[in-house]
Each structure stands twice: as C-alpha cells, then as structure tokens.
C-alpha cells in the first residue's frame, strides 16, 4: 500500500519521549510536553499547582484563579524540522471554578510522494492537531478536580483520522506543609474515524502521580512523577539482554535477566527546580526510561537529563528547555506566557463623585 513506509516513519517520529512503548499507540504527539517549563522538569510532570496556565494539559486540576486571563504561546524544533506547540488561554466565568481553553499541534513538514517503484509521483504534508477545552473546580483550600475534553484529527498523507479523548485530574495541595500530590489519567478515548476502515488503533492512555514537596526558606522544589503504571515492564525487548549458558548454542538453557530496578525506574522522573525570588527559575531533571531507550553504546551522551530557564518579567513569563537527545541532536522549546489582566488599568473613582 502506497506509503505504508512513510507513515510508519512518521508515527516514530513523533515519539522523541516515549520512543519504544509509543510504537503501540497512534496520536502519539499527545504524549509529548505541551511546554518549555515541563520539558526541562523530565517531560511529564503533573506536580505543578502555581500560575503556570501551560499546565493545564499535563494535569487539568492545576488549573486555578492565578490563570485568570493569561495566555500562553509554546514551541519546539525537533531534529528533521519537525515543529511542535501549544497555544492555550485560561479564563473565569461568572460560574465557580475556572476554564482553560487551547490548541496543541504538530507539523511533520513536506515530503516526496513515491509508487512502490520508487518512482517520484508527487508532494505530500503531515501533520496533527488536538483541540481541547477544560474545566477545574476548588474543594475548600486542599482539594481540587478538573478535566480537559480534546479532540483529535490527524493527517498524514492521504490518510485522515478523528478522535476524541480526555483527562481527569486530582491535585491535594497543602501550602502549610509545602507539599502538592496529584494524579492523572490522561488519553481516556479513541479513534471515532480510524485511517482505514475497519483498523482502530489505541492512542496513548497513561496512568500517572507527581509529588513535588519545598523546604521553608529553602529556594528549591523536588519534584517526583511516576508514569504509566498501568504497565509494570516497559523495557524494550532486546535481544542482548539474554544471556545463554551454553557455550556452544544461544539458545539451549538461555535465562533472562531480571532487571527489577531498571523496570522500576524506567517510571520515575526526579527533577529540581530552583525559584529566585519568584522572577528566575533554573530547572533540572532525570528521566530513566529516555535515557536508557536513546542511549548509545557507541557514544557517550545524556539523552535522560533536561535543563530548563525561566523568567519573569512584569506582565511576561519566558521559559526555555534544552534537551539531549541521540546521535548529539537535541531539542529546544520556547515558551511565553503573557498576564493580560496586567495590561488593564483600573478606574479610580473619586471622592466628589
């Protein structure tokens, strides 16, 4: 079939985070980090409870009242030209609770259309978008809930799809304690128009938690997040991981390694992030599972470290994320938040009037 090749590129190319367990899924562009700020903290992180509006896609119930008004522009090069972003807006209405609306969207670029001879037939685009909107609401000062409806199209060459999923989210946030837990299932959906009829595929549900935690008058947060247990083992089948006792075969009496602890950390994304006086921030993370799945044997890198700058400046918030990735390519995204309601003065009545 006509470009069964280069769609099956296409899907691994959109899998920089997740590469090995995202080949079992489509859309798998909704996995990757909706912002700068995230990227640089592991690219999952759903542990943020702040004014941070670009949050909203990693765990809907940090949406809150701070992000009344603001609006936030993201996006990333990844190798090849391929352009990720995110465009979102946060706004209270005259009901409790506060909403997030956005556009999230990945662009694959232009590429040759070929028959099966090879032979140059033409030019085709790729490319995905989710459209989402989403809600949070507020239980006394330590609870809150919020949930994000999307919907889905994709098209990659000839081929079309649509679907529909959404997240739910729960934060407890203790600011007495400097502690904020939350969980989040997110993609709980599906394709309603699968690219050939007939054939649906799975998109990418994941179950996840964070727990991020400060110490008073120290200018740093810990953050912990654990993703995809839904799935214990989440280590790529390889080959070389089995080891044969016999001398003269590979495979009579070969034992597989157990390999608890990498199956164990492969969930885990530890990062820090430093706060310096509320205007810069510095953030630095650790995640396993890209590590290990980008890492070379051939050549020494860090694929499994993120760094991160942020600042803020009056009415505007800038974040950058710079992220190794394999073969000493790597990925930066940029992100502006912009604090409209900073733009709007305020009437002073006097006391004549």
Known sequence: MKHKFLFALFTIASQCLTAQIGGAHTYEF????????????????????????????????????????????STAIYPGGIN???????????VPGIFGFGLQYIAYGKFKETDEAANVIGNFTAGEMNLYAGYAYQ??????VGINGKFIY?????????????????????????VTASIVAVNVGGQFKPYQKGVREPIPFDLQAGLSFGFKGVPFRIHTTFHHLT??????????????????TDTTNSKSKKYIGDKLFRHVIIGIEFN??????????????????????????????SFGLGVRIRQFDFSY????????????????????????KRKTVSKDS
């Not at 239980?139 to 809150?144: A, P, Q």
């Open 84 to 94: 990720f972003g995110n465009v979102c807006y946060g706004r209270k209405f005259k």
């Open 321 to 344: 994320a710079f992220q190794p990735l394999a073969q000493g390519q790597v990925m930066n995204q940029l992100t502006l938040t912009i604090y409209t309601n900073g733009f709007v």
């Open 30 to 73: 909704l996995s990757l980090s909706p912002d700068a700020r995230i990227t640089s903290l592991g690219g999952i992180n759903v542990s943020i409870l702040d004014h941070d509006l670009n949050t909203q896609l990693a765990n809907p119930a940090s949406l809150n009242r701070k992000m009344n008004g603001q609006a936030a522009f």
């Open 231 to 248: 799935q214990w083992d989440i280590r790529y089948d390889n080959p070389a991981d089995y080891q044969s006792d016999n001398l003269f």
């Open 139 to 144: 239980f006394g000062k330590l609870f809150s």
């Open 154 to 178: 994709s098209q990659l060459g000839h081929y079309s799809s649509v679907g529909m999923a959404t997240d739910i989210g729960f934060t407890v946030d203790d600011p007495k304690h400097n």
């Open 276 to 305: 310096i006086k509320q205007i810069v921030r510095l953030d630095i993370a650790y995640n396993h599972l890209r590590q290990q799945e980008l890492r070379l044997t051939t050549r020494r890198g860090v694929p499994g470290l």
